[in-house]
């Protein structure tokens, strides 16, 4: 049903991305460009896919937002464009630079939010003309967007005038199981945090496929409270929405 799109006002998900209607807005996070030649220098040898499958999922997303008659006008990295925490790979850079090209040539204007591996990104985003935040408030959707790898200063002006909070970092995932067979999908949460609606994305690296949040113990400091009535939306061909994870675990 299309209703599985919408996961708040004003707020679709197209693909594993998230759009803004009202700012024109994809927000897209944890891409961690470079992924496999780090795990090729550690001996894990794979093959280097996550770059192309990655433009698929976004042009995925530009295409459902097309059909929808959607305007993109700015994309929102929401951290975690690079994997090195160090001295960027040439591999890294390389899709990092051809990465920011792919997605200028689909808006006006880009903004990187800065997640814990995005360091050093500094010189390829002036030369790019590209801002890099901490984070970055949606005015019109009364939305703030950050990484979600560290509490925020809930005295800002910008936490105090948010209605929504739009995180990343935690690469969501949902293990769906059927007799013996299961699964695990990415997925989008939404729930309540300091009375202000909170949405998780997950990660659109194709290798980073995601923590399942029915398991683990979560990483972001937003999520770091009972989940059992978070809505879940799971992402395949299309979105699935599960409803509450509570229902989906007994």
Same mark, same amino acid.
């Given at each position: 049903?299309?209703?599985?799109?919408?996961? @708040?006002?004003?707020?679709?998900?197209?693909?594993?991305?998230?759009?803004? +209607?009202?700012?024109? @807005?994809?927000?897209?996070?944890?891409?961690?460009?470079?992924?496999?030649?780090?795990?090729?220098?550690?001996?894990?040898?794979?093959?280097?896919?996550?770059?192309?499958?990655?433009?698929?999922?976004? +042009?995925?997303?530009?295409?459902?937002? *097309? @059909?929808?008659?959607? *305007?993109?006008?700015?994309?929102?990295?929401?951290?975690?464009? *690079?994997?090195?925490?160090?001295?960027?790979?040439?591999?890294?850079?390389?899709?990092?630079?051809?990465?920011?090209?792919?997605?200028? %040539?689909?808006?006006?204007?880009?903004?990187?939010?800065?997640?814990?591996?995005?360091?050093?990104?500094?010189?390829?985003?002036?030369?790019?003309?590209? $801002? =890099?935040?901490?984070?970055?408030? &949606?005015?019109?959707? $009364? &939305?703030?967007?950050?990484?979600?790898?560290?509490?925020?200063?809930?005295?800002?002006?910008?936490?105090?005038?948010? +209605?929504?909070?739009?995180? !990343?970092?935690?690469?969501? !995932? =949902?293990?769906?199981?059927?007799?013996?067979?299961?699964?695990?999908?990415?997925?989008?949460? *939404?729930?309540?945090?300091?009375?202000? =609606?909170? =949405?998780? /994305?997950? %990660?659109?690296?194709?290798? &980073?496929?995601?923590?399942?949040?029915?398991?683990?113990?979560?990483?972001?400091?937003?999520?770091?409270?009972?989940? %059992?009535?978070?809505?879940?939306? &799971?992402?395949?061909?299309?979105?699935?929405?599960?409803?509450?994870?509570?229902?989906?675990? /007994?």
């Amino acid at each position: 049903m299309e209703e599985q799109n919408i996961i @708040a006002k004003n707020i679709l998900i197209a693909d594993l991305c998230l759009y803004l +209607e009202k700012s024109k @807005a994809l927000v897209i996070a944890d891409l961690h460009l470079g992924y496999e030649e780090m795990l090729n220098k550690q001996g894990v040898m794979i093959p280097r896919v996550n770059y192309n499958e990655i433009k698929k999922r976004i +042009e995925r997303a530009f295409s459902e937002l *097309k @059909a929808k008659r959607k *305007k993109t006008e700015l994309i929102i990295v929401n951290g975690d464009l *690079k994997h090195e925490f160090g001295v960027p790979s040439r591999q890294e850079w390389k899709e990092v630079l051809d990465m920011l090209e792919f997605l200028q %040539a689909h808006c006006g204007e880009i903004i990187l939010i800065k997640g814990n591996h995005d360091n050093i990104l500094g010189p390829i985003a002036r030369w790019k003309e590209i $801002k =890099i935040v901490n984070e970055f408030f &949606a005015e019109h959707e $009364k &939305a703030l967007i950050l990484h979600g790898d560290k509490a925020i200063d809930e005295n800002s002006e910008n936490y105090r005038n948010a +209605e929504t909070l739009i995180i !990343a970092h935690e690469h969501c !995932a =949902i293990t769906l199981r059927e007799g013996a067979k299961s699964e695990k999908y990415r997925c989008f949460l *939404k729930g309540n945090y300091d009375g202000k =609606i909170l =949405i998780a /994305q997950p %990660a659109i690296s194709a290798i &980073a496929e995601g923590s399942d949040i029915s398991k683990q113990i979560p990483l972001s400091p937003f999520l770091q409270q009972d989940l %059992a009535g978070f809505e879940v939306f &799971a992402v395949e061909d299309k979105v699935y929405y599960f409803g509450r994870l509570k229902n989906i675990l /007994q």
